[in-house]
């Protein structure tokens, strides 16, 4: 799955949640979530965070080396 389309589904589902279940902090949320013209969010610092948790998530589903033992 690609980074945009990932973000873009995270977004409506808060969006859904918003519209069940009102909360100011989340309407700021996604007001700053919102993708501008340029496909980028409105906050920069959202891109940046999203950007630092989809690396972690890759380093941590990364295959970790299996190491071997020789038989005794």
Known sequence: MKELDAYKMMFRFL???????????LGGLLGEMQLATDGEPFDPAIAEEWDRIVTEIRQEL??????HRRAS
């Open 15 to 25: 969006d859904q949640r918003y519209k069940q279940l009102p909360s100011d902090q």
């Open 62 to 67: 990364r295959p970790q080396p299996v190491e």
